[in-house]
Structure formats: structure tokens, C-alpha cells
């Protein structure tokens, strides 16, 4: 995992850019009935600003948090894959409802009642993208681009 502040960026880039794509692509079919080759095309024309404002979100307020909600219920003598999956189940449960009013603000009718569906379709597959998906694939691709202490 990240140790040094360039590699928490791309990290927090990587994870970002995935969980936001993922997110955005659910968002679409469910706007327009299902999902077609199309629906990964305009999922794209979001990431300019969803990407950023996850981005800053996640680096700068959510990861502290979701690591001091997380330490709530575990112990840092605790194996290290259930702290990982602790602090991300944190991370969705914080980044879910704030991402939801950026989206329901920026792309929908703004009222609280479409910020609560948009939130409540979210959040099973924020979590499902994040625990099965986009943590795992996250971790990988920066343990490709970070390797560390590999014997020859």
C-alpha cells in the first residue's frame, strides 16, 4: 500500500478514476433503461468532473475519516486485509452520500427526496464495485507500478 505521499496521489488517482467510471456507468443505464455499448461512451463525458471531486474528496477529508471510523471496530493488531476492507466499507459509506449530492446537484433535479433515491440506488453497488471490484484491480495495478523489495 501507498507509503509516500506521490505514491498515496496515484493511488487515490487510480481508485478514483475507476470507483468514479464504474459509478458512472451504473448511473447512466439506470437513466436510460439498461445498458448498451453506448453507455460506457457517455460515461466518459462525467469523468472530467466526478474524477477531480472524488479526487480531492478522498485525499484530502474521507481517507482520514473512513481510517478513524474503521479503528472504531478494529485493532491494528488485526490481520491487514481486514483493515484494508474496514477502511474501504468506511470509505463508501462517507464518499457514497457526498458523491450522490455532487451527482444529484450537477445532473439531476436537485431536492433532498432525489439526493435519497440517488443515494439509495448507489450505495449497494458503491459497495459491491468497491469490496469485489475496484479495490482489488486498485491494489493490483499499483502493485505493478510500485513494487517493493521483489526478489530477483
Known sequence: MPKTLLEKIVFTIIMAA????????????????????ATFAMALHEMPIMVPAAFILEFFVVEKLATRLAFRFMRPTDRPQFITYAISLMIVCVMCPVMSLIATVLFKDPSFGTWVHTFGCNFPMALCWQMFYCGPLSRAIFRLLFRRGEKQ
Open 18 to 37: 475507476i470507483m468514479v467510471y464504474g459509478m458512472i456507468v451504473y448511473n447512466v443505464a439506470l437513466n436510460t433503461g439498461g445498458v448498451t455499448n
